[in-house]
């Protein structure tokens, strides 16, 4: 059974940060890249950033650069979200998804093959 499982969420004082973890089980994640998604109420999901499988290339969203850090720890099937110098605008429901191919996770062509629940990160003061 894949199951992709999100947890560290909650919430954070604006300048504050929080650490996301996706454990991963079900399929070869050795062979995935992940990506995570965040979705504000009210808005479209959105692509925040993607680590290949293969040699660990990572891809940005402009509006978390020099913010956020993803990672991956291929031992233990878990990929990292690091949230830095957070602000109320990163308030929504964080998702990972898991897919072959990060072209998939980056530019939306398809849905990928999982998905995880969810963790809210709320920002507020």
């Known amino acids: 059974q894949v199951q992709l499982v999100e947890s560290g969420g909650g919430l954070v004082q604006p300048g504050g940060s929080l650490r996301l973890s996706c454990a991963a089980s079900g399929f070869t994640f050795d062979y995935y890249a992940i990506g995570w998604f965040r979705q504000a109420p009210g808005k479209e999901r959105e692509g925040v950033l993607c680590?290949?499988?293969?040699?660990?290339?990572?891809y940005y969203a402009d509006s978390v650069k020099g913010r956020f850090t993803i990672s991956r720890d291929n031992a233990n099937n878990t990929v990292y979200l690091q949230m830095n110098s957070l602000k109320p605008e990163d308030t929504a429901v964080y998702y990972c998804?898991?897919?072959?191919?990060?072209?998939?996770?980056?530019?939306?062509?398809?849905?990928?093959?999982?998905w995880g629940q969810g963790t809210q990160v709320t920002v507020s003061s």
């Open positions: 998804a898991a897919d072959p191919s990060a072209v998939v996770l980056r530019l939306g062509v398809r849905d990928p093959d999982y």
């Open positions: 680590i290949s499988s293969s040699d660990g290339n990572t």
